[in-house]
């Protein structure tokens, strides 16, 4: 059985053909996936899909690129609501972003604030309902890193789209966390976190699509759908010289 464990099936490219896109995926031994959310609209979004498919399963959250959405006490409230269905199996998708852009109205210091204060938020709130995170970095590693550590040993995280070496990931390991690999592991200029991949111990890591984005080689450059875990898979196999059914 193939689990997708992270693809963003509420974003507006599944739109036009979401029934269709999860038939694929079903087509293709796909028979869970976890849909982490980007926001409270999200939320709600999924949570509708979720009641509508029995493989499909949620993750709760406000992402850091959407953090600006969210102010005041309430957002928390709403998001302790949804994370109440049935069907919820994570905080998520959370975590920091020094890549984009602050929004409008943040500069680069009141951004990275209003970043930690909803991450900080809703990490606490996954330790309240015993729920693990799905986490976002990109070029926050070493702050991210830090905001998790107080959390270690009341949560599991999963570092979603991971991208660094066996060495950085090491120290995760040994707090009970995972890392997860997308389609990039397949790319050809990809040869370090290929190793990573490699090297890894056995039960430290997931696999996942991160759809709409990061199609996996053959379908690299398209928009990417959860039936492609397959492909992701099977490149992580040969990397680490199993068959694809282990």
Known sequence: MLIDTHCHIASRQFDDDREAVLQRARDAGVRRIIAPATDLEDC???????????????????????????????????????????????????????????????????????????????????????????????????????????????????????????????????????????????FKNAAALQETLRDAPEGSFMLETDSPYLAPVPHRGRRCEPGYIADTARAAAALRGMSFEA
């Open 44 to 186: 709600a979004k999924l949570s509708v899909i979720c009641d509508q498919h029995d493989g499909v399963f949620m993750a709760a959250g406000i992402h850091p690129c959407d953090a600006q959405t969210v102010s005041g006490e309430a957002w928390i409230a709403k998001l302790r609501e949804f994370a109440s269905h049935p069907k919820v199996v994570a905080i998520g998708e959370i975590g920091l972003d020094y890549y984009h852009a602050p929004p409008e109205g943040f500069d680069i210091q009141s951004w990275k604030a209003r970043q930690a204060f909803v991450l900080r938020s809703q990490l606490e709130l996954a330790v309240e309902l015993g729920l693990n995170v799905i986490l976002h970095n990109r070029e926050s590693w070493d702050d991210l890193v830090a905001q998790v550590a107080p959390f270690h040993g009341r949560l599991r995280a999963v570092f979603h789209c991971y991208t660094g070496t066996l060495e950085q990931a090491r120290p995760l390991f040994e707090a009970g966390h995972l890392i997860s690999f997308t389609g990039i592991v397949t």
